[in-house]
């Protein structure tokens, strides 16, 4: 297929090359620059996965912080959370260029749905755990800070415990299927990113938003909420691990994964060299 603009008979030869500039990245270009995102993903240190899940895990913290500071300075009515779920965008910018957990399953993912063999499973595996485990981390101490009286004003902290409760509450199954709306969320926007130029801030706040005011539970972002439970009390680790974490966890990867595999590589294997 030619490119757009190439043998239009009303256009010259500059004006041809315009229009092949301004043409919408194909579904192929795509996969290969999230492809090579995650073969660099691959080959990065362990101690440079680690301290970028780290910062990404603290930085994510902002987004729990300031959508806590909006809902304190609202008043308490239907519409607050309309308003407060844009403070939870606020991480993800910040983000965007550390290891979030939910965006690294994708895109070192692709290179494993590409060449399916033994050494970049394990590869993919790798980097999954690590940042996995990194971000976690980070996101106690974060929640650690946040705990230690007077930090944040009172209402700040009786917002912090609102959001923190909501993220225990669903059932196991019911935090799994929404888990899995977020994954997808944040799949997607991992597709986006590379054709939407100077859009990218708004499609990180706009699919983010939605995960906030639909209330759908992120693995990294939420266990900041979670974590402020746990250590002010409000909740056990027991309920961390068993209510927020593990069916979080299965939901996002599976948003994320199947997203990738079923509706974004799989149209394109035919024309994929496994060997590249």
């Known amino acids: 297929m030619a490119d757009a603009g190439e043998e239009s008979p009303h256009l010259d030869k500059k004006e041809r090359r315009q229009a092949a500039a301004g043409a919408p990245i194909g ?16 080959e990065r240190s362990f101690g440079g996965l680690a301290w970028s899940g780290v910062a990404a895990g603290l930085s994510i913290g902002f987004s729990f912080l300031v959508q806590a500071e909006l809902q304190a300075r609202l008043p308490d009515t239907p519409w607050r959370v309309l308003v407060a779920g844009f403070g939870y965008s606020v991480g993800f910018l910040i983000v965007i260029r550390q290891q979030l957990f939910t965006e690294t399953t994708l895109t070192a993912l692709i290179p494993a749905l590409t060449r399916r063999n033994r050494r970049t499973i394990l590869l993919t595996l790798r980097v999954w755990t690590i940042v996995l485990l990194a971000n976690l981390g980070a996101t106690w ?28 509450v669903g059932s196991f199954w019911h935090t799994v299927l929404t888990g899995g709306s977020a994954g997808w969320l944040i799949g997607l ?8 130029g100077p859009s990218r801030p708004l499609i990180i706040i706009l699919l983010t938003y939605v995960i906030a005011i639909c209330q759908f539970p992120h693995i990294i972002a ?27 966890l299965l939901g996002n990867v599976a948003g994320g994964t199947i997203l990738a595999a079923l509706l974004n590589h799989a149209p394109l294997a035919g024309r994929l060299n496994p060997a590249d």
Request: proline fraction near 5%; hydrophobic fraction near 55%; aromatic fraction near 8%.
């Open 27 to 42: 579904a192929l270009v795509i996969h290969e620059i999230v492809r090579d995102q995650g073969e660099e993903e691959l």
């Open 141 to 168: 101490v974060f929640a650690g800070i946040s705990a230690v009286p007077d930090v944040f004003p009172g209402a700040t902290r009786t917002a912090m415990a609102e959001l923190s409760a909501h993220t225990m």
């Open 189 to 196: 926007m991992v597709w986006l990113l590379p054709g939407a």
């Open 222 to 248: 939420g266990s900041v909420e979670a974590a402020f439970g746990v250590i002010t009390g409000a909740a056990a680790f027991g309920d961390y691990v068993s209510r927020f974490l593990l069916p979080t």
